[in-house]
Nanobody, 122 residues
């Protein structure tokens, strides 16, 4: 059983930056594709970014491409999301997730963290 714990959320003004971290334990971290999803109040959870086992491939939602960067450090069992040029519409609870398949869908995730709140003021 893999456990995921997010951290780094908080309040930031529009145009600012924030880095989220997700620490994994209880499994073989390098065997999983790691993902970030987010969910705003009253909306469905949406895909944000993903990184493959080795970190050699990354995927981004169009809404964050060019502003967000996902990375992983397998030695530390940690995945990161660097968020730059933040916008009010980025406000959401951000969730870390792990998946052994190559799918980017919510339904395919094997494990989820409990989330960390990011609030962007205008």
């Amino acid at each position: 059983q893999v456990q995921l714990v997010e951290s780094g959320g908080g309040l930031v003004q529009a145009g600012g930056s924030l880095r989220l971290s997700c620490a994994a334990s209880g499994g073989t971290f390098s065997s999983y594709c790691m993902h970030w999803f987010r969910q705003a109040p009253g909306k469905e959870r949406e895909f944000v970014a993903a990184v493959t086992w080795s970190g050699g491939r990354t995927y981004y939602a169009d809404s964050v491409k060019g502003r967000f960067t996902i990375s992983r450090d397998n030695a530390k069992n940690t995945v990161y999301l660097q968020m730059n040029s933040l916008k009010p519409e980025d406000t959401a609870v951000y969730y870390c997730a792990a998946d052994r398949s190559s799918s980017l869908s919510v339904q395919s995730m094997d494990y989820w963290g409990k989330g960390t709140l990011v609030t962007v003021s205008s």
